[in-house]
């Protein structure tokens, strides 16, 4: 069965999440390394725009709504839902 665009997407989004947070310790959440390595590996554009640490920092801290130093799926999925809505409006505004 061939999957759609979206399904495809999908499956993509949790096979890069799974590929990150299976290199060391809890196989379900992202260490701070991780999703260093994560974002600079799988969104190079948008991290040549990071000049400091502490804007990763602070990138990380905004995440983590549970408090426990780690990025977990559902904390991830809020990152890209948010950075594919400014993507949306950012190409929106570029056509009018």
């Known amino acids: 069965m061939t999957m759609t ?4 997407s999908m499956a993509t989004i949790i096979a ?8 060391e310790g809890d196989k379900h959440k992202l260490k701070k390394s991780e999703l260093k390595d994560l974002l600079h590996d799988e ?8 000049k400091d640490q502490a804007t990763l920092d602070s ?3 905004s ?4 408090g426990d ?6 904390e991830f999925m809020t990152f ?9 409006e950012f190409f929106e505004h570029d056509d009018e």
Do not use: N, W
Request: with cysteine.
């Open 16 to 23: 890069v999440f799974q590929k990150y947070s299976e290199r």
């Open 59 to 61: 990138l990380m801290e």
């Open 5 to 8: 665009d979206l399904e495809t």
């Open 80 to 88: 890209i839902s948010v950075v594919t809505v400014c993507c949306h």
């Open 69 to 74: 130093a780690e990025c977990d799926f559902q």
């Open 63 to 66: 995440l983590d709504t549970d």
């Open 43 to 50: 969104l190079p554009d948008l991290m040549g725009h990071v």
